[in-house]
DNA sequence: TAACTTTCTTTGGACAGTTGACAAAGTAAG
DNA sequence: CTTACTTTGTCAACTGTCCAAAGAAAGTTA
C-alpha cells in the first residue's frame, strides 16, 4: 500500500546531493569518474554537485590519482573535521559525553557517576556542565557543532517518540529533556533509546557496516534490543519494538519484575547473574562481586562458577536470539553492554543454542558476535544520530550551510 | 547510514503520479482540490497528472461535488474494473486461483485438490489449467490483465528472493515457478511467501489499512507470519523473517519436527490439536475430527475438548504473541488460516496470555483480531501483490500504456 | 445584482538533470 | 618524437519538471 510523498525539484537536488556526499564520506577519497558510476548521474551533474561540496568545505581535491589509461582523476576526500558532533549516554547511574568529529573519532569525553532516575533537574545540569565544558577543552569551532545526540535508557514515547517514557522513568514526567538542552546549547537535540543507539554505532562504525537488517542487545541491568531494518532504526508502532528483555523463554520460569514469568531479563540481567555467583561464593566462603564487570573479571582468571554463570546465561540468551533469528532474521547481532566483555565465554553457549534452535537457514546466515565499541559505544552512537540526521537530504541544505530556497 | 538511489526528472514525475493515482485508489471518489490539499502539490501539476490519468482510463470525472461554499468540485473516481490480476495459493494440498479486479474483488475462482509439494511438473500444468479456465469464464479483456501473483507454502529464496526453498520444498529444486509462467501467459509473474500474500491481503483489504506495521499470523499445518514494516513487506536478510512456528515457547517442551523443542507449532500446529482431541475421543468412544474445521465446528457447538483444546492453543499462542509484540510492536496482529475461524474462542485466551506477558504498553495499543477474508484470503493476496507492484512509481509508465521515455 | 469563495486552467518562468561537443591530461605504439 | 587512443572533466544547448501568478468558471451569500 504505496504512501509516499511529493516531490519538487528542490527534493531531487536533495537527494542527489546527499547521494554523492555520503558516497564521498564512506569512502574516504573517490574522483569524479567513480562517482558518475556509481551514482549513475551523469558526468555533468556529479561535477556541479561537487562543487558544491568543494565550497561548503565538507570535500577538498586532494591530488591526481593514479590514471587508468587516460587523464589521471583528481581524487576528492572527505573532511571528517570540517564538523563535529556531541553524544551523551544518560545511564541509570552514570552520564558519559563525547565529542566526535565526523568519521566517529572522540576527540573529547567527559565521565560522571550520577543517579539519573530519581533526579531530573540534576541530570539535565550535570549533561549540560559535561557538555560544556568538553566544548571548552576542545580546539574547535563552536559554530562547527551540528548538534547533541542524547541516548536514554527508556523507550521513546509522545506523539512524535520525542520523550522519556513516564511509565519507565515516573519521576521525569514534565521534563522535556530535548526541548531544555536544545535553547541552552542552540543546537539541534536528537533523542534515542540507548539500544538504538547502540545498533546505530555498530551499523555505522562496528561490524554492521555492510548490513541492512542488524540487532544490537544491550546486556546490563536491563536487557534492551536496538533494531536496524532497511537501514533504519526501528521503533515499532508505540516506540517499544526490541524489548527482547521481557520475551519469554520459559513460560513457567522465574518471576520477572514486569510481572510475567520467564522473562530472559530474569536470566541474564546484571541483578540475577551477581546473585546467582554470590550464592555460591557465600557458600564457598568467598568474598562476593559487586558487578559484571567482576564476573568477567574472574571467569577471564578461571574462575569455574563465574565461568559456569556466564556459561547459563549464553544458553538462555541464545534462546532469545533464535526467537530473533526466527521472525526478524537479520544478517548481524552484535552483543553490547558489559557482558558482551566476556567474549568467546559468553558467544560459545549463544551460538550452541542458535544452532540447536533457530531454524537453520536463518541461523546459518546470521552471524553473531560482540562488540569492539568499547564503554563509550552508546554515546558515540547517540552522536551518530545527529550525523545521520545532518547527512539525511532534507537538512542537507542546513548542515552545508546553503542558503535557504 | 543513508543509500538512496539516484533520482531525475522522471522519477520525479513517476512519484508525483503515483502519489496521486494511489490518492484517488484510497479515496474512491475526490476532487482536484482536495487532492492538492492531500498531496502539497501545486494545482498546477495535480490537473496536469489528473490528465494523464484521465486519458489512461484509470480515472473518470463522474460529475459535480457538493460547494463548500464556492465553485463546486468535480468529482474524479477511480475505475476498479479498469484492469483484472490473477491470484494463486499454491498450499501443500491444493490450490486457489482467483481473477480480481482493482479493489479486491473476485470476479472469478477455480479451487483444486492437489499434492503440490511432490510434484512440480504436475502443479504447474494444474496453475496453467485453472488460470487459463478462469480467463476464459470471465468477460475481461484478456490484454488488460496486469500480472500473477503467486503465495507459495515456502520461504523465498535464491539472490532476488524469486525462487521457492529448496530446504522446505527439496522436490522442486530445478524449476524455476516464476521463469516458467511468465512466457505461458505473456505476464509478469511475482512470487511471495503465503503468510506474506496474508499480510498484504489483511493491509489492502482487511483491518490493516490503517497501519504501518503489522503481523499476519497463519495457522494452519505450519505455523507462519508475514510482518509488514513501515508499510513493507519484511523478509529479512535471507528471505525466512517472520518464522514465528518455531521460537522457543517453553525450552524444554515437545520436540518438533525442526528438531528443537518446545516451538509454537508443536503446540498449536493443525497435527497437534487434531492428535489432542482424538485422544480425547478415542477414551470416550467418539468418532475421530479430520480436520481443523472439525475442531472449529464441535466448538461451536459446545463440544467442551474441542473447546478445552482451542483454549490451550490460544494460551500458547498468547505467548508466542507476547514475544512478537515484545520485539516488534506492531500496531496490529491478524490471526488467519482454519483455526482463526473459531473467532472469540481463540482470541479470549490469547488475549489473556498477551496482557500478561508482554509490556503493558505495547501490549495495550496491539489490536490482536482474527481475519476477516476467509478461505480465500491468501490468493487474494497473491492477486494484490500485483496491484502493489503495478502501481509502484517505477512500474507505473508501463501500467498505464504509457509511451516510453 | 454585486461581492465573495472555491475550483480549475493558462501562461511564463526557475531550475533540475541530460546530451553532445570539446578541452585537458594522461597512456600506448611505431 | 609523433600520432592515435583513452579517460577525465567542463560547457552550452535542451528537455522536462513543478511552481507562482493571473484569470476564467461556477457556485454561495447578502
Redesign the pocket.
Known amino acids: 500500500m504505496p504512501r509516499s510523498q511529493?516531490?519538487?525539484?528542490?527534493a531531487?537536488?536533495e537527494?542527489?546531493?546527499s547521494l554523492v556526499l555520503n558516497m564521498v564520506r564512506r569512502a574516504g577519497a573517490i574522483?569524479?569518474?567513480?562517482?558518475?558510476?556509481q551514482t549513475?548521474?551523469?558526468?555533468?551533474?556529479?561535477?556541479?554537485?561537487?562543487?558544491v561540496l568543494l565550497e561548503s568545505g565538507f570535500v577538498v581535491e586532494t591530488g591526481?590519482?593514479e590514471?587508468?589509461?587516460?587523464?589521471?582523476?583528481?581524487?576528492?576526500a572527505f573532511v571528517y573535521e570540517a564538523r563535529h558532533v556531541l553524544g551523551v549516554e544518560m545511564g541509570a547511574t552514570h552520564l558519559t559525553a563525547v565529542l566526535m568529529d565526523l568519521h566517529g573519532q572522540i576527540i573529547g569525553r567527559q565521565y560522571q557517576q550520577f543517579a539519573t532516575l530519581a533526579n531530573p533537574t540534576g541530570s539535565i545540569n550535570q549533561i549540560t556542565q559535561l557538555l560544556q565544558m568538553i566544548i571548552a577543552a576542545a580546539a574547535i569551532n563552536p559554530s562547527h557543532l551540528l548538534g547533541i545526540g542524547l541516548a536514554v535508557p527508556s523507550p521513546l514515547d509522545g506523539e512524535n517518540l520525542d520523550q522519556l517514557s513516564t511509565v519507565i522513568m515516573p519521576q521525569w514526567a514534565g521534563y522535556d529533556l530535548k526541548a531544555t538542552l536544545q535553547p541552552l546549547f542552540k543546537l539541534p537535540v536528537y533523542l534515542e533509546n540507548d539500544a538504538n543507539a547502540g545498533v546505530i554505532a555498530e551499523q555505522w562504525w562496528g561490524r554492521g557496516r555492510d548490513y541492512a537488517n542488524l540487532a544490537y542487545i544491550k546486556l546490563g541491568t536491563g536487557v534492551g534490543s536496538g533494531l536496524i531494518v532497511k537501514n533504519e532504526v526501528y521503533r515499532g508502532d508505540g516506540g517499544t519494538a526490541g524489548e527482547i528483555g521481557h520475551t519469554t523463554i520459559t513460560s513457567d520460569g522465574p518471576l520477572c519484575r514486569c510481572g510475567n514469568r520467564g522473562c530472559l531479563e530474569s536470566f541474564v540481567g546484571a541483578p540475577a547473574l551477581i546473585a546467582e555467583v554470590n550464592q555460591h561464593r557465600q557458600i564457598n566462603g568467598e568474598a562476593a562481586v559487586h558487578s559484571i564487570n567482576d564476573i568477567v573479571a574472574a571467569a577471564n582468571q578461571h574462575d569455574p562458577i563465574c565461568r559456569q554463570v556466564i556459561d547459563k546465561a549464553g544458553a538462555y540468551l541464545g534462546i532469545a536470539i533464535a526467537n530473533l533469528i526466527n521472525l526478524f532474521n537479520p544478517g548481524l547481532i552484535v552483543l553490547g553492554g558489559e557482558l558482551a566483555a566476556a567474549g568467546n565465554l559468553l558467544l560459545t553457549p549463544v551460538h550452541q543454542a542458535v544452532t540447536q534452535r533457530a531454524m537453520s537457514k536463518a541461523a546459518s546466515e546470521a552471524t553473531i558476535t560482540t562488540s569492539q565499541l568499547g564503554a563509550n559505544a552508546i554515546a558515540i552512537g547517540a552522536g551518530t544520530l545527529v550525523i545521520h540526521h545532518a547527512f539525511q537530504p532534507a537538512n542537507l541544505g542546513l548542515t552545508l550551510g546553503m542558503k535557504g530556497?
Open positions: 511529493a516531490t519538487d525539484l528542490y531531487v537536488r537527494n542527489n546531493l574522483s569524479r569518474a567513480d562517482l558518475v558510476r549513475q548521474l551523469s558526468a555533468t551533474t556529479v561535477s556541479a554537485l561537487v562543487n591526481i590519482g590514471s587508468s589509461g587516460g587523464r589521471p582523476p583528481i581524487m576528492l530556497r
